[in-house]
């Protein structure tokens, strides 16, 4: 990429930067309208939608972090709560500069509707602090882990909201948080938090659960066309935890990955990338494209030929300006709101399967719904048992929402919101709320 192109992204950085609260409040608006649309689909009175449209609860909280230089900063960080009518909350932690409040509210939503389609015993939640860790030592990350944790203290816990990691978090940093919570409530408490190192209570599988059950979803989204995943071209955006696992993955099951990007920028090569190769180049925030010369715009990335696209970074990335062009026949949302619902129009008019992000990426909740059960049992499992779990939850949750889409004549997405919705409907009436 020439130096003026490179110029021509971070202004369009910059620019969408500074439109992320305007973003997270139509994520919110449109996720809000989807849930609206499923209730009113299957029956329910807006009152159920009135409970069900925002958070429960949210905690906006202020945390100061003394810097390496010994400045103090102040990073804002929320935790939003959907519902808690099936039981504790879940949901990962986000740490990144475009983090917004709506954005954080819209996410908890669709944790609940993961945990309504897979049968969890759980609310959705999520929770995010502004901040970018790419430009801080791992003693500023984990100052603010622990700072975040004591700010959040209250309304967290193995029975109350059980955290996890998602963009930008990692095992560290839950580990940082499981021991700042059992500091404070001065016993072992690992079932506080999943995702965790295995040595600390993390379950067996759970660092590539999500990459897995995304490639469960491609696999069986691929056969109701007709076709085989390992006869299929994949293009990968984003190269982080999700994507880097979903590539390696697929390298293992033969499947040609003929492109991946990152942050900078895309690879592509049609005879298929040397997926080991970028595995090891690969840093701890999900970076590989700097040591490439031949990197192009993620904009034109996404337009290059496949079979199956799979977008496993951020939010907003398929829209009205490139479904046109996305030579995909099939999406499978690995990243949470990759599709605006103006490119989602586009897709179905044009015949492509999306596989929705609350079905596609949920084998994260579950595999973290496995390490609660394990660290609450004190009995741990082989990581081929939980692999086997997972792929048969993962089936016939697909099975589920193939077999609504059909029976209700609706599309995946709505099929996936009816199903995922229900059960929070069905408590709510039970315990009298509505
Ligand atoms: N980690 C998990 O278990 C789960 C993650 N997800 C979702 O999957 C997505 C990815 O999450 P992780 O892999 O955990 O995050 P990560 O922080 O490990 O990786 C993010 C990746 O996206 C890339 N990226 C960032 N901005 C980009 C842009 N503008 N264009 C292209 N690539 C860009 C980064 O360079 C990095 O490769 C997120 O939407 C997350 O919410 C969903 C379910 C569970
Ligand atoms: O593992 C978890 O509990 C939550 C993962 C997550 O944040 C997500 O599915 O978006």
Redo the contacts with the bound molecule.
Sequence with gaps: MSASDQQVLVNKRLLQGANMPAAGAKILEHTQEAVHQALRKLGYPDEVYELLKEPIRVLTVRIPVKMDDGHVEVFTGYRAQHNDAIGPT?????FHPDVTLEEVKA?SI??SL?CGIFNLP?GGA?GGIVCDPRKMSLGEQERLARGYVRAVSQIVGPTKD?????VYTNAQIMAWMYDEYSRIREYDSPGFI??KPVVLGGSKG?ER??ALGVCIAAREAVRQLGRELKDCRVLIQGFGNVGSNVASILHDMGVKVVGVSDAGGGLYDERGLDIPRLLEQRDSFGMVTPHFRDVMPNEQFLLQPCDVLIPAALENQITADNAEQIQASVLVEAA?GPTTPEADTILERRGVLVVP?VLA??G??????F?WVQNLQGWYWTEEEVNRRLEAWMVQSLQTIFHTAKTYHVGLRLAAYMVGIRPFAEAMRWRGWV
């Design positions: 879940k949901g990962g932690i986000r996410l669709w944790m993961k759980y999520k059980i955290p996890a990691p998602d999943t995702g759970r659960a999500t949470n992000d990426n949920a994260g909740v579950t595999v973290s719904y390490e």
